[in-house]
């Protein structure tokens, strides 16, 4: 056996784990990993942040499904993947870090660009190792894309000491991990299924509510089969977009704070609510005492922690999804469920009228109007890209205007609501997914929070499409402030903002603008048809609100429409 | 809903970090340590945590659902509904002026403790058993001036040979 170093052995495990792509940025205490870099074939795109890095794996992970690596110095560049860490916790996106750390002998002395990343990120990884021994490091990367990738997925952080990178000792492949304390559920009990069987059968008006864990676990397939079998309409979280086409006819549009109507009523008024891969997240339940009262739940989920955490389920089941639904497909398929259509009518009627009484619109005026856009983006790209938005109101309306025809499609920040995320998440899609157009829909405020990523896009060649939907503030906290604040903008107005064009261009990208609702169209064409990086600015109606909203902290049924 | 004591017996990886995890949840989570215990049991690489924790079903069902989430977490048991045996150790340093000696003797000897250390106007007590009882001889030296208390809070075993 040969004596091989530590860096040798990270790249030569990552080779075993598959990974061809990293983003990351170098620094003192990963010298010796980028020097061993500079010698392989591994593909390292060079961002110009850290955030930039994590956010790309993250984007990476979402649309290829498999774990994104992100590499990073110690100190500040190790914090500053805080951020993104967490936001791949909250979606659970699976993510491996190597961070690097001063020398195992300097831990604990204050060193220069030494910060204890492992502590910092405790609470917001999946799990996370400090590397103290060098003959245990590849049994731990291993271990580390076991856990990332597998059961609820989750980032999944490695701290290398300088001197275990630069440390030498026998390599010998470790077998496959093993942990005595980490086993999944994946095969659901067939009795709780059993139960759903009935509960189906004897239900008037069902919903099927699906979730990230339904993309997570490519469940699409199972669950549009199990709508279609049952007849059963379905409503999804802003994670779980792309799980159920959004044009299928028993689509009820996304649930929630700034959910449609129809979704809303459906599930304060169901008798059955099948649960796939959701959290009950207090921005989907609103008020959770008066969420989904006369409904029995049915909780599909792989981690036991999310089942009645935040609300009491009928049928709790552990289980992954894809698997779950697959055998209650099965299950299905011996029963007699009826004359369907007869039986779904007077709930099928009933949700119709919601669909009349409010569906999701806007006005035209004289100023481009944000969802016009979407909607024009929607018809131009018929439906195929992969959007990537920001965190605000363009994030709703990208939820709201777009549809999804599968998962992987819609990359948003859902549960720590980053702004900054679409645009490096939108890079790391594109490197992911070279053939595919890629779009990411921000804000005048959340474009700003990455832009020096510009230059990586366009170093890189990755012909990403920013449409930034300007409106001159922080369009959301400002909705906010109009609704519930009497109107005092506090600091939510941007009295300076870049010439986007010209920062496009500076970064030597195409820079493209709309100012009249006329103009929208051409420009997204053009946009669209040019095969490199490029900004497309819509100077849109300030004070357009997203709507429908459901107020903080009240029901979901207590509607603000337009 | 009712907010009760549960005891939580947790075996984990004896590695470095391991109960920074278990106390990061509880305060992240906002859930209560009464008390907390850690040693070694007969396996090198593992350790038992014994836990003393308060909630309502539904906390207490979220707390022992997070704890085994935890990747070093091998097994969680809650020893409340089972028959169990529960200890804790109390030194404690009471005043024992020569008048007083024979009598916090007397009420060492009934809670079966021991004086481990004698000064010229103090006795350094030890007992153990559960934590009323504790409390109780507490309460009885405070009358003498008790001057420090060093408790370890409760360490438990199921009666059963096999844990549930």
Redesign the interface.
């Given at each position: 056996m040969s004596k091989m170093t530590g860096a040798q052995i990270l790249l030569r495990m990552l080779k075993e784990e598959g990974v061809d792509t990293i983003f990351g940025y170098p620094g003192g205490a990963v010298l010796d990993i980028y020097d061993e870099l500079y010698r392989s074939d591994m593909r390292h795109i060079l961002v110009r942040h850290e955030q930039g890095a994590i956010h790309a794996a993250d984007g990476y992970a979402r649309v290829t499904g498999k774990v994104g690596v992100c590499m990073v110095t110690s100190g500040p560049g190790a914090t500053n993947t805080v951020t993104g860490i967490a936001n791949a916790y909250m979606d659970s996106i699976p993510v491996v870090i190597f961070t690097g750390q001063v020398p195992t002998k300097l831990i604990g002395n204050d060193a220069f660009q030494e910060v204890d990343i492992?502590?910092i990120t405790?609470?917001c990884t999946?799990?996370n190792y400090?590397v103290k021994d060098i003959k245990k490091l590849a049994q731990i990367i291993r271990e580390a894309f076991h856990?990332a990738r597998s059961g609820r997925p989750g980032p999944v952080l490695i701290d290398i000491p300088k001197d275990i990178s630069n440390g030498t000792t026998t390599f010998k492949l470790p077998d496959e991990p093993e942990?005595?304390?980490?086993n999944p559920t994946y095969v659901p009990n067939r009795r709780q299924l059993t139960k759903i069987v009935d509960l189906i059968k004897a239900a008037k008006k069902p919903i099927i509510f699906s979730g990230g864990g339904v993309n997570l676990s490519k469940a699409h397939r199972e669950l549009t089969a199990l709508a279609q079998k049952t007849k059963i309409p379905v409503t999804s979280t802003l994670m779980g977009l792309g799980g159920f086409p959004g044009t299928d006819p028993l689509w009820l549009g996304m649930i929630g704070m700034h959910g449609t109507y129809r979704a809303n009523m459906s599930v304060s008024e169901c008798d059955l609510m099948i649960a796939v891969g959701v959290r009950f997240d207090d921005r989907v339940t609103g008020k959770i005492d008066e969420f989904a009262v006369n409904a029995k739940i049915v909780q599909i989920d792989i981690?036991?922690?999310s089942i009645?955490?935040n609300i009491q389920v009928a049928v709790p089941v552990v289980g992954d999804c894809k698997i779950t639904l697959e055998i209650l497909n099965q299950m299905l398929e011996n029963e007699d469920l009826g004359d369907l259509d007869e039986i779904r009518k007077p709930w099928r009627d009933q949700i119709d009228a919601w669909r009349k009484t409010a569906r999701l619109s806007y006005k035209q005026s004289e100023r481009i109007k944000p969802q016009y856009v979407i909607e024009k983006l929607f018809e131009l790209t018929r439906g195929e890209a992969v959007i990537t938005t920001e965190v605000g109101q363009n994030q709703m309306w990208a939820a709201q205007y777009y549809h999804y025809p599968e998962p992987g499609r819609f990359i948003s920040s859902g549960g720590l609501g980053t702004m900054g995320f679409g645009f490096p998440a939108a890079i790391g899609a594109q490197v992911g997914m070279p053939d595919k157009t890629v779009v990411d829909i921000a804000g005048d405020g959340s474009i700003q929070m990455n832009i020096q990523e510009m230059a990586t896009a366009v170093q890189y060649k990755l012909p990403v499409k920013i449409v930034i939907l300007n409106n001159g503030c922080l369009g959301m906290v400002r909705q906010w402030q109009e609704l519930f604040y009497d109107r005092r903008y506090s600091s939510t107005q941007f009295v300076h903002l870049p010439d986007f064009v010209k920062l496009a261009e500076a970064y030597g990208a195409v820079g493209l603008r709309a100012t009249k609702p006329e103009e929208v169209e051409a420009i997204l064409k053009q946009g669209l048809e040019t095969p490199n990086t490029v900004i497309m600015e819509f100077v849109v109606e300030p004070e357009e609100c997203v709507y429908p909203m459901v107020p903080a902290g009240a029901p979901i049924t207590n509607m603000l429409l337009v | 809903m009712k907010e009760e004591k549960h005891i939580l017996s947790i075996l984990?990886?004896n590695q470095p970090?391991v109960l920074?995890?278990i106390v990061?949840?509880f305060s992240?989570r906002g859930y209560n340590i009464d008390s907390l215990c850690v040693a070694e049991t007969t396996e090198p690489h593992v350790s038992r945590v014994t836990m003393v924790t308060e909630g309502d079903a539904?906390i207490l069902?979220?707390i022992k659902?997070?704890l085994?989430?935890?990747?070093?977490?091998?097994?969680v048991s809650d020893l409340t509904d089972q028959d169990t045996v529960v200890r804790e150790m109390v030194l404690v340093k009471v005043g024992a002026k020569a008048e007083h000696r024979a009598e916090i003797l007397r009420v060492t000897d009934i809670f079966r403790g021991s004086v481990v250390d004698v000064g010229q106007e103090h006795y350094t007590i030890m007992a153990t058993g559960n934590a009323e009882k504790m409390s109780a001889l507490l309460n009885l030296l405070k009358p003498y001036g008790i001057r420090e208390i060093a408790r370890t809070g409760s360490i438990a075993l199921a009666r059963d040979l096999k844990t549930k």
């Amino acid at each position: 056996m040969s004596k091989m170093t530590g860096a040798q052995i990270l790249l030569r495990m990552l080779k075993e784990e598959g990974v061809d792509t990293i983003f990351g940025y170098p620094g003192g205490a990963v010298l010796d990993i980028y020097d061993e870099l500079y010698r392989s074939d591994m593909r390292h795109i060079l961002v110009r942040h850290e955030q930039g890095a994590i956010h790309a794996a993250d984007g990476y992970a979402r649309v290829t499904g498999k774990v994104g690596v992100c590499m990073v110095t110690s100190g500040p560049g190790a914090t500053n993947t805080v951020t993104g860490i967490a936001n791949a916790y909250m979606d659970s996106i699976p993510v491996v870090i190597f961070t690097g750390q001063v020398p195992t002998k300097l831990i604990g002395n204050d060193a220069f660009q030494e910060v204890d990343i492992v502590g910092i990120t405790r609470p917001c990884t999946k799990h996370n190792y400090l590397v103290k021994d060098i003959k245990k490091l590849a049994q731990i990367i291993r271990e580390a894309f076991h856990i990332a990738r597998s059961g609820r997925p989750g980032p999944v952080l490695i701290d290398i000491p300088k001197d275990i990178s630069n440390g030498t000792t026998t390599f010998k492949l470790p077998d496959e991990p093993e942990l005595r304390s980490y086993n999944p559920t994946y095969v659901p009990n067939r009795r709780q299924l059993t139960k759903i069987v009935d509960l189906i059968k004897a239900a008037k008006k069902p919903i099927i509510f699906s979730g990230g864990g339904v993309n997570l676990s490519k469940a699409h397939r199972e669950l549009t089969a199990l709508a279609q079998k049952t007849k059963i309409p379905v409503t999804s979280t802003l994670m779980g977009l792309g799980g159920f086409p959004g044009t299928d006819p028993l689509w009820l549009g996304m649930i929630g704070m700034h959910g449609t109507y129809r979704a809303n009523m459906s599930v304060s008024e169901c008798d059955l609510m099948i649960a796939v891969g959701v959290r009950f997240d207090d921005r989907v339940t609103g008020k959770i005492d008066e969420f989904a009262v006369n409904a029995k739940i049915v909780q599909i989920d792989i981690d036991p922690t999310s089942i009645q955490k935040n609300i009491q389920v009928a049928v709790p089941v552990v289980g992954d999804c894809k698997i779950t639904l697959e055998i209650l497909n099965q299950m299905l398929e011996n029963e007699d469920l009826g004359d369907l259509d007869e039986i779904r009518k007077p709930w099928r009627d009933q949700i119709d009228a919601w669909r009349k009484t409010a569906r999701l619109s806007y006005k035209q005026s004289e100023r481009i109007k944000p969802q016009y856009v979407i909607e024009k983006l929607f018809e131009l790209t018929r439906g195929e890209a992969v959007i990537t938005t920001e965190v605000g109101q363009n994030q709703m309306w990208a939820a709201q205007y777009y549809h999804y025809p599968e998962p992987g499609r819609f990359i948003s920040s859902g549960g720590l609501g980053t702004m900054g995320f679409g645009f490096p998440a939108a890079i790391g899609a594109q490197v992911g997914m070279p053939d595919k157009t890629v779009v990411d829909i921000a804000g005048d405020g959340s474009i700003q929070m990455n832009i020096q990523e510009m230059a990586t896009a366009v170093q890189y060649k990755l012909p990403v499409k920013i449409v930034i939907l300007n409106n001159g503030c922080l369009g959301m906290v400002r909705q906010w402030q109009e609704l519930f604040y009497d109107r005092r903008y506090s600091s939510t107005q941007f009295v300076h903002l870049p010439d986007f064009v010209k920062l496009a261009e500076a970064y030597g990208a195409v820079g493209l603008r709309a100012t009249k609702p006329e103009e929208v169209e051409a420009i997204l064409k053009q946009g669209l048809e040019t095969p490199n990086t490029v900004i497309m600015e819509f100077v849109v109606e300030p004070e357009e609100c997203v709507y429908p909203m459901v107020p903080a902290g009240a029901p979901i049924t207590n509607m603000l429409l337009v | 809903m009712k907010e009760e004591k549960h005891i939580l017996s947790i075996l984990v990886d004896n590695q470095p970090g391991v109960l920074s995890r278990i106390v990061g949840l509880f305060s992240g989570r906002g859930y209560n340590i009464d008390s907390l215990c850690v040693a070694e049991t007969t396996e090198p690489h593992v350790s038992r945590v014994t836990m003393v924790t308060e909630g309502d079903a539904p906390i207490l069902e979220q707390i022992k659902k997070q704890l085994n989430k935890l990747i070093n977490i091998i097994k969680v048991s809650d020893l409340t509904d089972q028959d169990t045996v529960v200890r804790e150790m109390v030194l404690v340093k009471v005043g024992a002026k020569a008048e007083h000696r024979a009598e916090i003797l007397r009420v060492t000897d009934i809670f079966r403790g021991s004086v481990v250390d004698v000064g010229q106007e103090h006795y350094t007590i030890m007992a153990t058993g559960n934590a009323e009882k504790m409390s109780a001889l507490l309460n009885l030296l405070k009358p003498y001036g008790i001057r420090e208390i060093a408790r370890t809070g409760s360490i438990a075993l199921a009666r059963d040979l096999k844990t549930k």
